[in-house]
């Protein structure tokens, strides 16, 4: 099964760029749908973007769009979230999730669609 490292979080004004990398292990990336999921203490998880097992879809929260990309690079075994424009709501828990596919173009931006999650990195943003 494969193993999720996230990184790149801090603390951070608002209007500042943040990126956040999901390392991989275990297992190729390429073999998984991927999701980026956020979470602030007494609140439910998130969605915030998934990408397909091959790059080719999409889909982003719409509070997130216009200031976050999801990005992935299966040489390097890692999925990135760019975050721009930063807001102090965004202050959050990030976390990556993956789900092993045989489809290459489905994406999924329900939690329990996921089956492997990594540790989490706090993004912080002050106003």
């Known amino acids: 099964q494969v193993q999720l490292v996230e990184s790149g979080g801090g603390l951070v004004q608002a209007g500042d760029s943040l990126k956040l990398s999901c390392a991989a292990s275990?297992?190729?990336?390429?073999?998984?749908?991927m999701g980026w999921f956020r979470r602030v203490p007494g609140k439910e998880r998130e969605f915030v973007a998934a990408?397909?097992?091959?790059?080719?879809?999409?889909m982003y929260a719409d509070f997130v769009k216009g200031r976050f990309t999801i990005s992935r690079d299966n040489a390097k075994n890692t999925m990135y979230l760019q975050m721009n424009n930063l807001k102090p709501e965004d202050t959050a828990v990030y976390y990556c999730?993956?789900?092993?596919?045989?489809?290459?173009?489905?994406?999924?931006?329900?939690?329990?669609?996921?089956?492997?999650w990594g540790q989490g990195t706090q993004v912080t943003v002050s106003s």
């Open positions: 999730a993956a789900r092993q596919m045989t489809l290459s173009g489905i994406v999924f931006q329900t939690a329990t669609n996921y089956a492997y």
């Open positions: 275990g297992r190729a990336l390429s073999d998984y749908a």
């Open positions: 990408m397909s097992k091959n790059g080719g879809n999409t």
